[in-house]
């Protein structure tokens, strides 16, 4: 099947009367081979139904096509919405593509058209990368898998453990969900616009998010209070969340955490047993 390459994308821009825009993180991948290479390393096959965040002119929608039984597209941008099913319809497989127009940010398993995808596969827009990953990871559970393609940096914050530099909020609330690992770099050349930062690719796999009394949503209360002040030790930054510092150092007591550690020191199973160690008033 034919791909989109840089001509066949300008002229369906211009087609469009399109102009990308930073607002909605517009950047169109022009070459077939890294779309190819994207859905060989996200290792999706027949028995896949794919849920594609932000697929503009169809370059990976139709890479992604070729492979596996079901597209589920989520585009916000109402033009482009409309004009990816007679893209794909062009080429004989519009059957196997639902188009969703609706913003990723906000979209759950009943907007879906009825399909339950088992792997997220996107050119996420820079700018909401990491809240997509998280809502998505959290709104379909049917998710077992993902490649998803951001800005580098970001990639390299998705994927970082414990002691890095780049340790933070996005590494520790990622990992509740799914092992994350870093999956090759992307150069900005296969880019129209071309972007003026690099881009690289983030592998996740579902596992069961740490075993704990505590909800989930207690548990990254804690983690962004433990990041908020990074250079403070855990009980002086968890203070203000558990309501003093002494309260703060009785709950990291009690999860075997060292009142002097840092939130880049920890796993997210121990930001788990500290939340379920809260000393009640």
């Known amino acids: 099947m034919s791909l989109l390459g840089p001509v066949e994308i300008r002229n369906l821009a211009n087609k469009l009367d399109l102009r990308p825009t930073k607002k909605l993180g ?3 991948v022009i070459d077939a081979g890294t779309v190819r290479k994207i859905v060989r390393t996200a290792e999706v096959g027949p028995s896949d139904v794919v849920l594609e965040v932000g697929p503009g002119l169809g370059s990976l929608t139709l890479a992604l096509l070729e492979s596996v039984d079901h597209v589920v597209a989520v585009e916000i941008d109402p033009v482009l919405a409309r004009q990816l099913p007679v893209t794909v319809g062009e080429r004989g497989l519009g059957a196997k593509l639902t188009v969703v127009e609706a913003d990723a940010l906000r979209v759950g398993v009943s907007d879906l058209g009825g399909y339950l995808p088992t792997a997220l596969v996107a050119n996420l827009p820079y700018n909401v990368a990491v809240p997509v990953v998280l809502h998505l990871l959290e709104a379909v559970p049917s998710l077992r898998k993902g490649l998803v393609m ?3 940096e970001v990639a390299d914050r998705l994927a970082a453990r414990p002691g890095s530099k780049v340790y933070g909020v996005p590494s520790v609330k990622a990992a509740w969900y799914a092992d994350v690992r870093r999956a090759g770099p992307v150069g900005r050349s296969v880019f ?3 972007p003026n930062v690099d881009s690289g690719l983030v592998a996740l796999t579902r596992r069961e998010p740490p075993a704990t009394r505590a909800g989930r949503e207690e548990v990254f209360e804690v983690i962004d209070a433990a990041f908020a002040q990074r250079r403070k030790t855990l009980r002086a930054a968890l203070a203000s969340w558990a309501g003093t510092a ?6 990291l007591r009690a999860a075997g ?6 939130g880049e020191q920890l796993e997210v199973g121990d930001f788990a047993r500290i939340a379920e160690n809260l000393p009640r008033p």
């Open 192 to 194: 129209w616009p071309v």
């Open 26 to 28: 517009q950047n169109f």
């Open 150 to 152: 951001v800005q580098a």
């Open 257 to 262: 955490v060292d009142p002097s550690a840092r």
């Open 246 to 251: 002494a309260r703060a150092e009785a709950a």
